[in-house]
Nanobody, 124 residues
Framework: QVQLVESGGGLVQAGGSLRLSCAAS????????MGWFRQAPGKARELVAG????????GYADSVKGRFIISRDNAKNTVYLQMSSLKPEDTAVYYC?????????????????WGQGTQVTVSS
């Protein structure tokens, strides 16, 4: 069982930066792949970034490549999402999720555990 708690969301102007954190409980965090997803009103939940169990493999949505960076610290049971050059279209609720296969996947159905979400709002 893994419990996930996101933090770091908020209101930021376009062009600004935010860093999201996701703290995980449990002794097996280092064996899980992690993903950051987002969901805007009226839209489907989409993968923003994923990272495998070791941090050696990452993947991003095309819309955030070059602007967002996912990383993890297994010693701290935490995964991060550094977001830069934020745009109004990045506004959404951001969720972190854990996948016990060890490898990140794009589809939300592949993830076993979810956090409660944190709101990110980018003003123009």
């Amino acid at each position: 069982q893994v419990q996930l708690v996101e933090s770091g969301g908020g209101l930021v102007q376009a062009g600004g930066s935010l860093r999201l954190s996701c703290a995980a409980s449990g002794r097996t965090f280092s064996s899980y792949a992690m993903g950051w997803f987002r969901q805007a009103p009226g839209k489907a939940r989409e993968l923003v970034a994923g990272i495998n169990w070791s941090g050696g493999s990452t993947g991003y949505a095309d819309s955030v490549k070059g602007r967002f960076i996912i990383s993890r610290d297994n010693a701290k049971n935490t995964v991060y999402l550094q977001m830069s050059s934020l745009k109004p279209e990045d506004t959404a609720v951001y969720y972190c999720a854990a996948n016990n296969s060890g490898n990140w996947r794009r589809g939300p159905d592949a993830y076993n555990y979810w956090g409660q979400g944190t709101q990110v709002t980018v003003s123009s």
